[in-house]
């Protein structure tokens, strides 16, 4: 039997025509106006669908770390992925991509799952214990190792939303993964701006960033032997941080075991800084590197970008793309680098 | 006497060095780490600047309309424009191009500029008579027309927010010209867009738009002879609305008489449509136009984004510039079109 309603309500991927800008028309999650009128914080308390002892209430597990012997869908876990249950865009079909007049658009395909950090509803991802943390890491790296396999899936993007400010629908600890089946414009403008100073330098942008960073160390907020976590020359926002491998790497997926453990360090340290000195502030923070179907090694350099939201983007910034932030990088360093 | 005080608070224009991303480190607005501890919500209440009978708690005035007779920087003016008393950025100066290692920066000249658009402390815009938009209309004009004149200001970016959710710290009904000495990113990319499909088919692609939206009417909110307000196909936002001039016009300096009328009404509507629809929600809207020291009648057409703050921003639209609205512009038109 052919659903119609499923085929009705499948995500529409929607191309701007004059800035090739993608947008997601939601279906899964559809608001309709009168939704608009009604709190729209997400309710705290109730049952949490992320808890041990509720797996029933999410999809099916993609994954998990847990005891040995723990059979799935059930409690004994400390980290677990599952597909989001409202999800943006949706595994199954084909992409369809198909013009409208003047539009272009696609079915929404792709796949959007959640990492759930750790079974404790209260412990924040900067609460974790190290080892806790390189567990996320991997499980990032899993997930996009299997994402990768379906050719249809051109990128996938990890991140994380801390905090109801920051976008976070709920409160117990988790990341998302978004694959779609298009290279975002941002990822794109990164990936040519880096290319075009490798064609200049034959050098990693990248790598030369961290050498000045390294060498000047006024925006420098940590390091270990694999890591810098640095206050980016151009940030957009108040104590944005940036965390990158020493050594060049372009593509996450190659992490080996050492580098992820200083990641994962490098995170704790930043998180933990971050909690302390802004009073546990809602965040962002995106993994960025290379498409899940590109193999280019030289020119980009992965790096997960951290943005807390202590500002309010507004109409200058909507309009020009251009921020305005008020507290300079130097000075963002220097209270993070005040030792925890 | 040279004032080194100043100096040394002047802003800064970074630029990032992979994706070519410019942020103002706005010295004048300076929040150090300490700021963030404290509520940002913008205090309500007490003495407000822009009320008349407290014209000396701004800068000078710039130009007003008001009574025949008045006096500069005293009441009696219906709309006055003013210098931001805390500018993003500065008039003063040059632009001092310069390299710092792998990076570029320059001094934060360019202009900041306040438009009070009533002198009634709470009447909202969308609450003015159209007379009244229409004279807010006029002095975006006036304003651009008079930064013009200055060759170091390459883009004058007049936008608006409204509620403290969009960004706006002060309640009293106001408007914001910044003018920048680049032309920012996002505006790059659209006259790009726009001029790309000139170039492939010599017609200009807002219009081909307009012809559409007027013909599948699906999307279209509200239209009079010389305006149309539509719920853009690729709508980022949920009741994301553009109004466009229905003839061909790139720049909005060049808008005649009646057409300033009909802007206005259609503001009007659009503006108490949302208002109504949605309990007056939070908003950005931005005027996007021609660069000022450009003159390229083809290919691009001026018009006004309107976006409603109903979703969070979150770590996917930060890390890929796709966003996820869970409200088909059909259904958002559709809500507004109904009668007001």
Known sequence: ??????????????????????????????????????????????????????????????????????????????????????????VEGDLHRTGKGIYDLMNGVGAHEIIVETPVHDQELADLSDSSIEKVIWAYRDRMMDLKKDARLLYALVFKNHGDAAGASLEHPHSQIIATPIIPKRVQEELKGARQYYDYRERCIFCDMLQQELRERERLIFENASCVAVAPFASRFPFETWIMPKVHQADFLQIGKQSAIDLARAMKEVLVRLKRTLNDPPYNYMLHTMPLQENDPDAYHWHIEIIPKLTKVAGFEWGSGFYINPTPPEEAAAALREPV
Chains 1, 2 share one sequence.
């Not at 992320?50 to 770390?65: K, V």
């Open 1 to 90: 039997m052919i659903c119609w309603f499923h085929f009705q309500t499948m995500p529409e991927l929607r191309k701007d025509p004059v800035t090739g800008r993608w947008v997601i028309i939601a279906t899964e999650r559809i608001r309709r106006p009168s939704d608009y009128l009604v709190e729209s914080s997400p309710p705290r308390g109730g049952t949490c669908p992320f808890c041990p002892g509720n797996e029933a209430e999410t999809p099916p597990e993609i994954e998990a770390f847990g005891e040995e012997g723990r059979a799935p869908n059930g409690p004994g876990w400390w980290l677990r992925v599952v597909p989001n249950k409202y999800p943006a865009l949706r």
